[in-house]
């Protein structure tokens, strides 16, 4: 995972699966992005092959804990079985910013 800052954002590059043995060290390193006052945070799923249950548990709760604070959390880059699982699951209505599609590349 690596966080880069930019243009009054921060973008969390996750890479491989958001999966039980995974997904604390993504819930920590949003919140405390969040919490120090961060105020646009990304998650880039770019490099996700495999979100399970206890992954799209971190995102919802770091959405959740991001509004809290007035701030915006949102996912980019999803593709194949990550996106299927959040469009599936009605998350990308409020996770995936579709502004930011394609940011990045080139």
Known sequence: MHTTRQDGRATIAARGSIDLHSSDELRTRLTELVDAGERQVVVDLTAVDFC?????????????????????????????????????????????????????AG
Do not use: M, P, W
Not at 70 to 86: P, S, W
């Open 52 to 104: 399970d249950s206890s992954g799209l548990n971190v995102l919802v709760r770091a959405y959740k804990h991001a509004r809290a604070q007035n701030a915006t959390l949102t996912v980019t880059g999803a593709y194949g079985r990550v996106e299927n699982v959040l469009r599936t699951t009605g998350l990308d209505r409020f996770l995936i910013d579709e502004g930011a599609a394609g940011e990045g």
